[in-house]
Protein backbone atom coordinates (compact mmCIF):
# COMPACT_ATOMS: atom_id res chain seq x y z
CA UNK A 1 0.00 0.00 0.00
CA UNK A 2 1.42 3.68 -1.08
CA UNK A 3 0.46 6.34 1.02
CA UNK A 4 1.72 10.28 0.22
CA UNK A 5 1.95 12.67 2.82
CA UNK A 6 1.51 16.46 1.79
CA UNK A 7 2.62 19.62 4.18
CA UNK A 8 2.39 22.82 2.04
CA UNK A 9 0.49 26.05 1.87
CA UNK A 10 2.34 27.77 5.22
CA UNK A 11 6.05 27.05 4.87
CA UNK A 12 9.01 24.09 4.36
CA UNK A 13 6.37 22.06 1.96
CA UNK A 14 7.45 18.92 2.04
CA UNK A 15 6.40 15.50 0.84
CA UNK A 16 6.97 12.04 2.10
CA UNK A 17 6.15 8.22 0.47
CA UNK A 18 5.21 5.35 3.00
CA UNK A 19 5.38 1.96 1.76
CA UNK A 20 3.40 -0.27 3.79
CA UNK A 21 4.39 1.31 6.64
CA UNK A 22 7.87 1.77 5.85
CA UNK A 23 9.37 5.30 5.05
CA UNK A 24 10.34 5.09 1.52
CA UNK A 25 11.32 8.93 0.44
CA UNK A 26 10.95 12.41 2.48
CA UNK A 27 12.11 15.87 0.97
CA UNK A 28 11.65 19.22 1.42
CA UNK A 29 10.37 21.29 -2.00
CA UNK A 30 12.82 23.80 -0.92
CA UNK A 31 15.82 21.64 -2.27
CA UNK A 32 14.61 21.05 -5.64
CA UNK A 33 13.09 24.60 -6.48
CA UNK A 34 16.13 26.64 -4.83
CA UNK A 35 14.25 29.00 -3.02
CA UNK A 36 14.40 28.90 0.74
CA UNK A 37 11.56 27.49 3.04
CA UNK A 38 9.35 27.30 0.00
CA UNK A 39 5.98 27.09 0.72
CA UNK A 40 4.27 26.49 -2.50
CA UNK A 41 2.97 22.90 -3.51
CA UNK A 42 5.40 20.40 -3.59
CA UNK A 43 5.40 19.19 -6.77
CA UNK A 44 8.61 18.22 -7.41
CA UNK A 45 9.49 16.32 -3.97
CA UNK A 46 6.34 14.43 -4.86
CA UNK A 47 8.27 13.60 -8.35
CA UNK A 48 11.17 12.76 -6.59
CA UNK A 49 9.17 10.33 -3.48
CA UNK A 50 7.51 8.63 -6.50
CA UNK A 51 10.62 7.75 -8.20
CA UNK A 52 12.06 6.35 -6.16
CA UNK A 53 9.40 3.96 -4.47
CA UNK A 54 9.13 3.29 -8.55
CA UNK A 55 5.56 3.88 -8.69
CA UNK A 56 3.04 6.43 -10.57
CA UNK A 57 0.20 8.92 -9.28
CA UNK A 58 -2.22 5.83 -10.04
CA UNK A 59 -0.48 3.36 -7.80
CA UNK A 60 -1.37 5.47 -4.49
CA UNK A 61 -3.88 4.54 -2.46
CA UNK A 62 -4.15 7.62 -0.20
CA UNK A 63 -2.89 11.08 0.05
CA UNK A 64 -2.49 12.81 3.66
CA UNK A 65 -2.56 16.37 3.70
CA UNK A 66 -0.62 17.45 7.52
CA UNK A 67 -3.73 19.68 9.00
CA UNK A 68 -7.15 20.99 8.47
CA UNK A 69 -8.00 24.27 6.38
CA UNK A 70 -10.96 24.57 7.45
CA UNK A 71 -10.53 24.23 11.18
CA UNK A 72 -7.98 27.06 11.26
CA UNK A 73 -9.97 28.72 8.28
CA UNK A 74 -12.18 29.23 11.24
CA UNK A 75 -9.73 30.35 14.19
CA UNK A 76 -8.53 32.90 11.62
CA UNK A 77 -11.98 34.80 10.88
CA UNK A 78 -12.85 34.16 14.83
CA UNK A 79 -9.82 35.61 15.41
CA UNK A 80 -10.37 38.84 13.33
CA UNK A 81 -13.76 38.82 14.75
CA UNK A 82 -12.66 39.11 17.96
CA UNK A 83 -10.41 42.17 17.23
CA UNK A 84 -12.26 44.00 14.98
CA UNK A 85 -12.17 47.10 13.54
CA UNK A 86 -8.38 46.28 14.28
CA UNK A 87 -6.43 43.42 12.30
CA UNK A 88 -8.30 44.92 9.00
CA UNK A 89 -5.42 45.42 6.79
CA UNK A 90 -4.17 41.96 7.83
CA UNK A 91 -7.37 40.38 6.85
CA UNK A 92 -8.28 41.62 3.48
CA UNK A 93 -4.44 40.61 2.54
CA UNK A 94 -5.07 37.44 4.25
CA UNK A 95 -8.66 36.61 2.66
CA UNK A 96 -7.61 36.72 -1.12
CA UNK A 97 -5.26 33.41 -0.67
CA UNK A 98 -7.06 31.72 1.09
CA UNK A 99 -10.11 32.06 -0.67
CA UNK A 100 -8.77 31.40 -3.78
CA UNK A 101 -6.02 28.62 -2.85
CA UNK A 102 -5.58 27.66 0.95
CA UNK A 103 -9.49 26.88 1.87
CA UNK A 104 -9.80 24.70 -1.40
CA UNK A 105 -6.66 22.12 -0.76
CA UNK A 106 -8.49 18.86 -1.69
CA UNK A 107 -9.08 20.13 -4.97
CA UNK A 108 -5.47 21.61 -5.34
CA UNK A 109 -3.84 18.13 -4.25
CA UNK A 110 -5.70 16.47 -6.97
CA UNK A 111 -5.09 18.76 -9.64
CA UNK A 112 -1.75 18.74 -8.83
CA UNK A 113 -1.60 15.26 -8.84
CA UNK A 114 -4.16 14.22 -11.21
CA UNK A 115 -5.02 12.13 -8.46
CA UNK A 116 -8.63 10.93 -8.23
CA UNK A 117 -8.09 8.49 -5.15
CA UNK A 118 -8.56 9.47 -1.04
CA UNK A 119 -7.32 12.64 0.10
CA UNK A 120 -7.68 12.88 3.93
CA UNK A 121 -6.58 15.32 6.76
CA UNK A 122 -5.29 15.18 10.21
CA UNK A 123 -4.63 17.92 12.39
CA UNK A 124 -1.70 19.51 12.65
CA UNK A 125 -0.46 18.62 16.24
CA UNK A 126 -1.87 14.83 15.29
CA UNK A 127 0.72 15.26 12.48
CA UNK A 128 3.28 15.95 14.64
CA UNK A 129 2.73 13.59 17.06
CA UNK A 130 2.74 11.08 15.02
CA UNK A 131 6.36 11.48 13.12
CA UNK A 132 7.19 12.07 16.96
CA UNK A 133 5.80 8.56 18.10
CA UNK A 134 5.58 6.42 15.19
CA UNK A 135 9.57 6.54 13.82
CA UNK A 136 10.86 6.08 17.50
CA UNK A 137 12.48 3.32 19.24
CA UNK A 138 10.02 2.95 21.51
CA UNK A 139 6.82 0.29 22.35
CA UNK A 140 5.06 3.13 24.49
CA UNK A 141 5.76 6.82 25.41
CA UNK A 142 4.67 10.39 26.23
CA UNK A 143 4.60 12.81 23.00
CA UNK A 144 5.01 16.36 23.32
CA UNK A 145 4.76 18.71 20.56
CA UNK A 146 5.45 22.54 20.53
CA UNK A 147 5.19 24.96 17.60
CA UNK A 148 3.77 28.20 16.61
CA UNK A 149 0.10 27.03 16.28
CA UNK A 150 -1.52 24.65 13.91
CA UNK A 151 -5.22 25.21 13.67
CA UNK A 152 -5.97 25.87 17.40
CA UNK A 153 -3.14 24.29 19.66
CA UNK A 154 0.24 25.63 19.95
CA UNK A 155 0.87 22.76 22.14
CA UNK A 156 0.24 19.13 23.17
CA UNK A 157 0.34 16.19 25.16
CA UNK A 158 -0.28 12.64 23.39
CA UNK A 159 0.68 9.28 24.63
CA UNK A 160 1.54 6.89 22.00
CA UNK A 161 0.87 2.58 22.46
CA UNK A 162 1.81 0.63 19.75
CA UNK A 163 -0.16 1.43 16.47
CA UNK A 164 -2.23 3.87 18.35
CA UNK A 165 -1.98 7.73 19.87
CA UNK A 166 -3.95 9.28 22.26
CA UNK A 167 -4.18 13.05 22.40
CA UNK A 168 -4.75 14.27 26.05
CA UNK A 169 -4.37 18.13 26.51
CA UNK A 170 -3.14 21.16 24.56
CA UNK A 171 -2.50 24.31 24.45
CA UNK A 172 -4.36 27.04 22.84
CA UNK A 173 -3.70 30.08 20.38
CA UNK A 174 -2.82 32.78 20.94
CA UNK A 175 -1.14 31.64 23.54
CA UNK A 176 2.38 29.88 21.47
CA UNK A 177 6.07 29.10 23.12
CA UNK A 178 6.50 29.62 18.87
CA UNK A 179 5.42 32.59 18.16
CA UNK A 180 7.21 33.82 21.68
CA UNK A 181 10.51 32.78 20.25
CA UNK A 182 9.28 34.38 16.96
CA UNK A 183 7.87 37.73 18.61
CA UNK A 184 11.52 37.78 20.29
CA UNK A 185 13.29 36.69 16.71
CA UNK A 186 11.26 39.66 15.20
CA UNK A 187 12.60 41.87 17.60
CA UNK A 188 15.96 41.15 17.39
CA UNK A 189 16.24 41.74 13.34
CA UNK A 190 16.11 38.22 12.36
CA UNK A 191 13.55 36.52 9.57
CA UNK A 192 10.76 34.77 11.73
CA UNK A 193 10.36 30.91 10.86
CA UNK A 194 13.99 30.80 9.90
CA UNK A 195 16.04 33.03 11.95
CA UNK A 196 15.47 31.55 15.52
CA UNK A 197 18.23 29.32 15.22
CA UNK A 198 20.53 32.49 15.45
CA UNK A 199 18.65 34.18 18.07
CA UNK A 200 19.63 30.19 19.55
CA UNK A 201 23.22 30.68 19.02
CA UNK A 202 23.49 34.05 19.78
CA UNK A 203 22.01 33.58 23.48
CA UNK A 204 25.04 32.19 25.53
CA UNK A 205 26.91 35.52 24.40
CA UNK A 206 24.54 37.27 26.86
CA UNK A 207 23.82 37.43 30.62
CA UNK A 208 19.43 36.80 31.12
CA UNK A 209 19.03 40.50 32.21
CA UNK A 210 16.04 40.38 30.99
CA UNK A 211 14.43 37.13 32.31
CA UNK A 212 12.25 38.99 34.65
CA UNK A 213 10.96 41.41 32.62
CA UNK A 214 9.50 38.84 30.36
CA UNK A 215 8.06 36.63 33.25
CA UNK A 216 6.72 39.88 35.16
CA UNK A 217 4.92 41.49 31.48
CA UNK A 218 4.74 39.32 28.82
CA UNK A 219 3.65 35.86 29.81
CA UNK A 220 1.85 34.41 32.83
CA UNK A 221 3.71 30.97 33.63
CA UNK A 222 2.06 28.43 35.80
CA UNK A 223 3.85 25.62 37.37
CA UNK A 224 2.63 22.87 34.61
CA UNK A 225 4.66 25.31 31.52
CA UNK A 226 1.12 26.37 30.55
CA UNK A 227 0.82 30.21 29.79
CA UNK A 228 -1.08 32.86 29.02
CA UNK A 229 0.65 35.66 27.04
CA UNK A 230 -0.30 39.06 27.53
CA UNK A 231 -1.21 40.23 23.95
CA UNK A 232 -0.73 44.01 24.78
CA UNK A 233 2.70 43.82 23.81
CA UNK A 234 2.53 41.77 20.61
CA UNK A 235 1.23 42.55 17.11
CA UNK A 236 0.43 39.44 15.43
CA UNK A 237 -3.26 38.74 16.20
CA UNK A 238 -4.37 41.91 14.28
CA UNK A 239 -1.20 43.78 12.93
CA UNK A 240 1.55 43.45 10.52
CA UNK A 241 4.70 42.48 12.93
CA UNK A 242 4.95 40.37 15.56
CA UNK A 243 5.61 42.77 18.13
CA UNK A 244 4.18 46.74 18.81
CA UNK A 245 5.68 49.87 20.49
CA UNK A 246 4.70 49.07 24.00
CA UNK A 247 6.98 45.77 23.59
CA UNK A 248 10.06 48.33 22.23
CA UNK A 249 9.45 50.34 25.23
CA UNK A 250 9.79 47.74 27.67
CA UNK A 251 12.89 46.76 26.19
CA UNK A 252 14.51 49.93 25.54
CA UNK A 253 13.89 50.58 21.72
CA UNK A 254 12.40 49.64 18.50
CA UNK A 255 12.83 46.41 16.87
CA UNK A 256 16.71 46.32 15.36
CA UNK A 257 16.91 47.09 12.07
CA UNK A 258 18.27 43.83 9.95
CA UNK A 259 21.72 43.32 9.47
CA UNK A 260 22.83 46.10 11.34
CA UNK A 261 25.46 45.71 14.75
CA UNK A 262 24.55 43.59 17.43
CA UNK A 263 24.88 45.10 20.72
CA UNK A 264 25.32 43.63 23.61
CA UNK A 265 21.30 44.35 24.61
CA UNK A 266 20.46 41.83 21.76
CA UNK A 267 22.54 39.27 23.50
CA UNK A 268 21.27 39.69 26.99
CA UNK A 269 17.90 39.27 25.56
CA UNK A 270 18.41 36.21 23.34
CA UNK A 271 20.22 35.09 26.75
CA UNK A 272 16.87 36.00 28.50
CA UNK A 273 14.35 34.49 25.98
CA UNK A 274 16.39 31.32 25.98
CA UNK A 275 15.90 30.74 29.83
CA UNK A 276 12.39 31.26 29.71
CA UNK A 277 12.00 28.64 26.69
CA UNK A 278 14.28 26.12 28.30
CA UNK A 279 12.19 26.39 32.09
CA UNK A 280 8.71 26.04 29.60
CA UNK A 281 10.51 23.17 28.60
CA UNK A 282 11.31 21.96 31.58
CA UNK A 283 7.69 22.65 33.29
CA UNK A 284 5.57 20.96 30.30
CA UNK A 285 8.40 18.18 30.25
CA UNK A 286 7.87 17.08 34.23
CA UNK A 287 4.20 17.99 33.77
CA UNK A 288 3.40 15.23 30.88
CA UNK A 289 5.76 12.26 33.49
CA UNK A 290 3.57 13.18 35.71
CA UNK A 291 0.54 13.31 33.83
CA UNK A 292 0.68 10.14 31.81
CA UNK A 293 3.37 7.88 33.80
CA UNK A 294 5.42 7.11 30.81
CA UNK A 295 9.15 6.73 30.90
CA UNK A 296 9.80 7.99 27.18
CA UNK A 297 9.36 11.40 25.93
CA UNK A 298 8.77 11.94 21.91
CA UNK A 299 9.31 15.20 20.67
CA UNK A 300 8.54 17.37 17.11
CA UNK A 301 6.98 20.75 16.63
CA UNK A 302 9.60 23.55 15.45
CA UNK A 303 10.17 24.04 19.11
CA UNK A 304 11.77 21.02 19.45
CA UNK A 305 14.69 22.26 17.23
CA UNK A 306 15.86 24.29 19.88
CA UNK A 307 18.44 21.43 20.91
CA UNK A 308 19.54 23.47 24.11
CA UNK A 309 16.27 22.99 25.27
CA UNK A 310 15.95 19.48 24.62
CA UNK A 311 19.60 19.37 26.13
CA UNK A 312 18.05 20.39 29.58
CA UNK A 313 15.16 18.30 29.43
CA UNK A 314 17.92 15.48 28.97
CA UNK A 315 20.12 16.72 31.57
CA UNK A 316 17.32 16.84 34.22
CA UNK A 317 16.93 13.40 33.61
CA UNK A 318 13.18 14.34 33.41
CA UNK A 319 12.39 10.83 31.08
CA UNK A 320 14.60 7.89 30.72
CA UNK A 321 14.74 8.75 27.54
CA UNK A 322 14.20 11.25 24.78
CA UNK A 323 13.52 10.85 21.26
CA UNK A 324 13.31 14.24 18.71
CA UNK A 325 12.03 13.66 15.16
CA UNK A 326 14.71 15.27 12.86
CA UNK A 327 12.42 16.84 10.53
CA UNK A 328 10.50 18.42 13.38
CA UNK A 329 9.16 21.54 12.00
CA UNK A 330 6.43 21.84 9.42
CA UNK A 331 8.06 19.77 7.08
CA UNK A 332 8.06 16.53 9.26
CA UNK A 333 4.13 17.05 9.36
CA UNK A 334 4.20 15.13 5.29
CA UNK A 335 5.31 12.30 6.69
CA UNK A 336 3.63 12.27 10.24
CA UNK A 337 -0.13 12.66 7.99
CA UNK A 338 1.19 9.24 5.93
CA UNK A 339 2.54 7.56 9.06
CA UNK A 340 -1.36 8.55 10.73
CA UNK A 341 -2.87 7.00 7.91
CA UNK A 342 -1.24 3.94 8.25
CA UNK A 343 -1.21 3.24 11.80
CA UNK A 344 -4.43 5.58 13.38
CA UNK A 345 -6.80 5.28 10.47
CA UNK A 346 -6.12 2.30 8.86
CA UNK A 347 -5.02 0.18 11.90
CA UNK A 348 -1.78 -1.63 10.74
CA UNK A 349 0.08 -3.11 13.19
CA UNK A 350 3.80 -0.80 14.28
CA UNK A 351 7.17 -2.73 13.61
CA UNK A 352 9.43 -0.98 16.22
CA UNK A 353 13.08 -0.76 15.08
CA UNK A 354 16.38 -0.65 17.07
CA UNK A 355 17.52 3.17 16.86
CA UNK A 356 14.31 4.26 14.91
CA UNK A 357 12.91 4.14 11.64
CA UNK A 358 13.98 7.35 9.91
CA UNK A 359 17.33 5.47 8.15
CA UNK A 360 19.33 7.98 9.78
CA UNK A 361 17.17 10.78 8.46
CA UNK A 362 19.21 9.53 4.84
CA UNK A 363 15.42 9.78 2.92
CA UNK A 364 16.19 12.10 -0.05
CA UNK A 365 17.80 11.66 -3.90
CA UNK A 366 21.16 9.95 -4.59
CA UNK A 367 23.43 9.79 -7.43
CA UNK A 368 25.51 6.90 -8.94
CA UNK A 369 28.91 6.85 -9.65
CA UNK A 370 28.05 6.44 -13.56
CA UNK A 371 25.75 9.57 -13.44
CA UNK A 372 28.28 12.08 -12.18
CA UNK A 373 31.41 11.08 -14.05
CA UNK A 374 28.96 11.44 -16.81
CA UNK A 375 28.58 15.09 -15.27
CA UNK A 376 32.54 15.18 -14.54
CA UNK A 377 33.39 14.13 -18.03
CA UNK A 378 31.01 16.32 -20.16
CA UNK A 379 31.98 19.28 -18.15
CA UNK A 380 35.91 18.52 -18.77
CA UNK A 381 36.36 19.10 -14.54
CA UNK A 382 38.80 17.34 -13.24
CA UNK A 383 39.37 14.83 -10.67
CA UNK A 384 40.52 11.50 -8.99
CA UNK A 385 38.47 8.50 -8.53
CA UNK A 386 39.16 6.36 -5.63
CA UNK A 387 37.64 3.69 -3.59
CA UNK A 388 36.28 3.53 -0.23
CA UNK A 389 39.40 3.05 2.05
CA UNK A 390 41.49 5.19 -0.14
CA UNK A 391 38.58 8.17 0.38
CA UNK A 392 38.63 8.18 3.99
CA UNK A 393 41.81 8.50 4.29
CA UNK A 394 42.03 11.46 1.68
CA UNK A 395 39.55 13.19 2.84
CA UNK A 396 40.54 13.03 6.50
CA UNK A 397 44.03 13.81 5.63
CA UNK A 398 42.62 17.15 4.04
CA UNK A 399 40.84 18.02 7.18
CA UNK A 400 43.68 17.45 9.01
CA UNK A 401 45.92 20.17 7.13
CA UNK A 402 43.28 22.54 7.15
CA UNK A 403 41.66 22.56 4.29
CA UNK A 404 37.69 22.98 4.20
CA UNK A 405 36.16 19.88 2.23
CA UNK A 406 32.55 19.72 0.51
CA UNK A 407 30.71 16.30 1.25
CA UNK A 408 28.22 15.11 -1.09
CA UNK A 409 27.36 11.19 -0.53
CA UNK A 410 24.63 8.86 -0.04
CA UNK A 411 20.98 10.42 0.59
CA UNK A 412 20.23 14.26 0.94
CA UNK A 413 19.15 14.14 5.08
CA UNK A 414 15.49 14.52 5.39
CA UNK A 415 14.89 18.19 7.56
CA UNK A 416 17.10 21.39 8.58
CA UNK A 417 20.36 19.44 9.62
CA UNK A 418 23.13 18.68 7.70
CA UNK A 419 24.17 14.87 8.72
CA UNK A 420 26.90 13.90 6.55
CA UNK A 421 24.96 13.47 3.28
CA UNK A 422 25.16 16.90 2.36
CA UNK A 423 27.75 18.89 4.84
CA UNK A 424 30.70 20.81 4.74
CA UNK A 425 33.33 19.24 7.10
CA UNK A 426 36.71 20.54 8.73
CA UNK A 427 39.34 20.43 11.78
CA UNK A 428 37.96 21.16 15.23
CA UNK A 429 40.97 21.93 16.51
CA UNK A 430 42.08 24.75 14.43
CA UNK A 431 41.20 27.71 16.79
CA UNK A 432 40.63 30.11 12.80
CA UNK A 433 38.36 27.49 11.26
CA UNK A 434 35.55 28.90 12.97
CA UNK A 435 35.77 32.16 11.25
CA UNK A 436 37.04 30.88 8.31
CA UNK A 437 33.58 28.60 7.72
CA UNK A 438 31.36 31.26 8.61
CA UNK A 439 32.76 34.26 6.79
CA UNK A 440 34.81 32.31 3.93
CA UNK A 441 32.65 29.54 3.39
CA UNK A 442 28.86 30.06 4.53
CA UNK A 443 29.05 33.97 4.11
CA UNK A 444 27.47 34.27 7.42
CA UNK A 445 27.14 36.08 10.49
CA UNK A 446 30.44 35.30 12.49
CA UNK A 447 28.69 34.52 16.01
CA UNK A 448 27.10 31.18 14.29
CA UNK A 449 28.41 28.09 15.90
CA UNK A 450 29.42 25.10 13.91
CA UNK A 451 28.19 21.74 15.39
CA UNK A 452 30.74 18.05 15.50
CA UNK A 453 30.06 15.09 14.47
CA UNK A 454 31.47 12.27 16.55
CA UNK A 455 32.00 9.05 16.80
CA UNK A 456 29.06 7.30 18.84
CA UNK A 457 31.37 5.30 21.05
CA UNK A 458 33.31 7.82 21.65
CA UNK A 459 30.67 11.06 22.61
CA UNK A 460 31.63 10.35 26.29
CA UNK A 461 35.08 10.64 26.23
CA UNK A 462 34.64 14.48 24.95
CA UNK A 463 31.19 15.52 25.89
CA UNK A 464 29.07 15.56 28.89
CA UNK A 465 26.90 13.15 27.45
CA UNK A 466 25.93 9.28 27.76
CA UNK A 467 23.68 9.58 24.81
CA UNK A 468 22.36 9.10 21.31
CA UNK A 469 22.15 12.23 19.04
CA UNK A 470 22.37 10.91 15.50
CA UNK A 471 20.13 14.17 14.08
CA UNK A 472 22.08 16.50 15.72
CA UNK A 473 19.22 17.72 18.34
CA UNK A 474 20.90 18.39 21.41
CA UNK A 475 23.49 20.14 23.11
CA UNK A 476 25.91 19.49 25.94
CA UNK A 477 28.73 20.67 27.18
CA UNK A 478 32.38 19.80 26.19
CA UNK A 479 34.04 17.74 28.91
CA UNK A 480 36.25 19.30 31.52
CA UNK A 481 38.95 17.65 31.00
CA UNK A 482 39.24 18.86 27.33
CA UNK A 483 38.97 22.35 28.02
CA UNK A 484 41.83 25.07 28.11
CA UNK A 485 42.49 27.81 31.07
CA UNK A 486 41.76 31.21 29.68
CA UNK A 487 44.59 33.76 30.58
CA UNK A 488 43.36 36.22 33.47
CA UNK A 489 42.69 38.99 30.86
CA UNK A 490 40.53 36.94 28.75
CA UNK A 491 38.28 36.17 31.65
CA UNK A 492 37.35 39.84 31.60
CA UNK A 493 35.46 39.49 28.26
CA UNK A 494 31.86 39.09 27.76
CA UNK A 495 29.55 39.57 25.35
CA UNK A 496 31.09 39.00 21.46
CA UNK A 497 34.38 39.51 22.76
CA UNK A 498 34.74 35.90 23.78
CA UNK A 499 34.01 35.04 19.48
CA UNK A 500 37.48 34.51 19.20
CA UNK A 501 38.83 32.69 22.65
CA UNK A 502 40.12 29.11 22.05
CA UNK A 503 38.37 27.32 25.12
CA UNK A 504 39.03 23.38 24.57
CA UNK A 505 40.91 21.25 22.70
CA UNK A 506 38.16 21.71 19.54
CA UNK A 507 37.75 25.28 19.93
CA UNK A 508 35.91 25.74 16.23
CA UNK A 509 32.80 23.81 17.83
CA UNK A 510 33.12 24.94 21.31
CA UNK A 511 30.64 27.47 21.49
CA UNK A 512 30.78 30.23 24.40
CA UNK A 513 29.39 28.23 26.94
CA UNK A 514 31.55 25.42 26.50
CA UNK A 515 28.43 23.59 25.09
CA UNK A 516 28.10 21.96 21.54
CA UNK A 517 25.22 20.71 19.04
CA UNK A 518 26.37 17.20 18.97
CA UNK A 519 25.80 14.76 16.16
CA UNK A 520 26.31 10.81 17.06
CA UNK A 521 27.69 8.62 14.33
CA UNK A 522 27.41 4.92 13.80
CA UNK A 523 28.88 2.93 10.79
CA UNK A 524 25.41 0.99 10.54
CA UNK A 525 23.83 4.23 9.31
CA UNK A 526 26.21 6.04 7.75
CA UNK A 527 29.58 3.73 7.09
CA UNK A 528 31.45 5.84 4.73
CA UNK A 529 30.84 9.35 6.71
CA UNK A 530 31.57 7.16 10.34
CA UNK A 531 35.12 5.53 8.30
CA UNK A 532 35.98 9.37 7.35
CA UNK A 533 35.74 10.06 11.01
CA UNK A 534 37.80 6.59 12.36
CA UNK A 535 40.70 7.92 9.54
CA UNK A 536 40.66 11.55 10.91
CA UNK A 537 40.63 9.77 15.07
CA UNK A 538 43.75 7.40 13.60
CA UNK A 539 45.76 10.31 12.04
CA UNK A 540 45.16 12.96 15.36
CA UNK A 541 43.71 11.54 18.20
CA UNK A 542 40.38 13.24 17.56
CA UNK A 543 37.14 11.37 17.01
CA UNK A 544 35.63 14.80 16.16
CA UNK A 545 35.12 16.96 12.93
CA UNK A 546 32.82 20.35 12.16
CA UNK A 547 29.71 19.37 10.46
CA UNK A 548 27.64 21.92 9.13
CA UNK A 549 25.22 22.40 5.94
CA UNK A 550 26.44 22.47 2.41
CA UNK A 551 25.22 25.59 1.39
CA UNK A 552 25.89 29.28 1.82
CA UNK A 553 23.69 32.06 3.81
CA UNK A 554 20.20 32.32 2.25
CA UNK A 555 20.21 29.20 -0.04
CA UNK A 556 18.78 26.05 0.63
CA UNK A 557 21.01 22.71 1.39
CA UNK A 558 22.50 21.58 -2.10
CA UNK A 559 20.57 18.61 -3.45
CA UNK A 560 21.96 17.68 -6.98
CA UNK A 561 26.32 17.32 -7.92
CA UNK A 562 25.94 20.97 -9.78
CA UNK A 563 24.83 23.15 -6.44
CA UNK A 564 27.16 21.14 -4.83
CA UNK A 565 30.37 22.03 -7.49
CA UNK A 566 28.59 26.07 -8.09
CA UNK A 567 28.47 26.24 -4.16
CA UNK A 568 33.10 24.64 -4.24
CA UNK A 569 33.67 26.93 -6.94
CA UNK A 570 31.78 30.28 -5.28
CA UNK A 571 33.15 29.67 -1.92
CA UNK A 572 37.14 29.15 -0.66
CA UNK A 573 36.20 25.59 0.05
CA UNK A 574 39.65 23.45 -0.88
CA UNK A 575 38.12 20.14 -2.14
CA UNK A 576 35.15 18.86 -3.27
CA UNK A 577 34.18 14.90 -3.07
CA UNK A 578 31.12 13.56 -5.11
CA UNK A 579 30.82 9.89 -4.04
CA UNK A 580 33.69 8.50 -4.89
CA UNK A 581 35.22 11.17 -6.61
CA UNK A 582 37.20 14.26 -5.21
CA UNK A 583 38.33 17.61 -6.76
CA UNK A 584 40.64 19.93 -5.72
CA UNK A 585 40.30 23.86 -5.83
CA UNK A 586 43.98 24.09 -7.20
CA UNK A 587 43.07 22.31 -10.14
CA UNK A 588 39.69 23.55 -11.30
CA UNK A 589 39.34 26.13 -14.38
CA UNK A 590 37.67 29.20 -13.25
CA UNK A 591 33.46 29.20 -13.13
CA UNK A 592 32.30 30.50 -15.92
CA UNK A 593 28.66 31.98 -14.67
CA UNK A 594 27.38 32.16 -18.16
CA UNK A 595 27.11 28.41 -18.00
CA UNK A 596 24.26 26.40 -18.52
CA UNK A 597 24.58 24.15 -14.64
CA UNK A 598 21.05 22.38 -15.29
CA UNK A 599 21.71 18.72 -15.80
CA UNK A 600 19.77 15.49 -15.63
CA UNK A 601 21.43 12.85 -13.50
CA UNK A 602 20.47 9.39 -13.05
CA UNK A 603 19.25 8.32 -9.30
CA UNK A 604 20.86 5.77 -8.08
Known amino acids: MNILGISAFYHDSAACLVQDGEIVAAAQEERFSRKKHDDSFPKEAVEFCLQEAGICVADLDYVGFYDKPFIKFERILETYLSIAPKGLRQFLSAMPIWLKEKIWTRSNIRENLQYSGPVLFSEHHESHAASAFYPSPFEEAAILTMDGVGEWATSSIAVGR ?34 EYKVMGL ?23 SF ?18 KFGDLFGGPARTAESNLTQREMDIAASLQEVTEEIMLRMSRHVRKLTGMKNLCLAGGVALNCVGNGKVLKEKVFDKLWIQPAAGDAGGA ?138 LLVAPVREDKRTDMPDEQKKLFGIDLLNVPRSQIPAITHVDYSARIQTVRKETNPRYYDLINEFDKMTGCPVIINTSFNVRGEPIVCRPEEAYLCFMRTEMDTLVLEHFVLDKVDQKPLDEDTDWRNEFELD
Open 228 to 245: RMNQDYFDYLGGLTMTNK
Open 162 to 195: GNKIELIKELRFPHSLGLLYSAFTYYLGFKVNSG
Open 335 to 472: LGVAMCLWHQVLGNKRQVKEGDSMKGAYLGPRYTDKSLHEFLESRKIPYKQLDDAELARTAASHIKDGKVVGWFQGRMEFGPRALGGRSIIGDPRSPKMQSVMNLKIKYRESFRPFAPSVLEEKVSEWFDMNAESPYM
Open 203 to 225: APYGKPEYKKVILDHLIDLKEDG
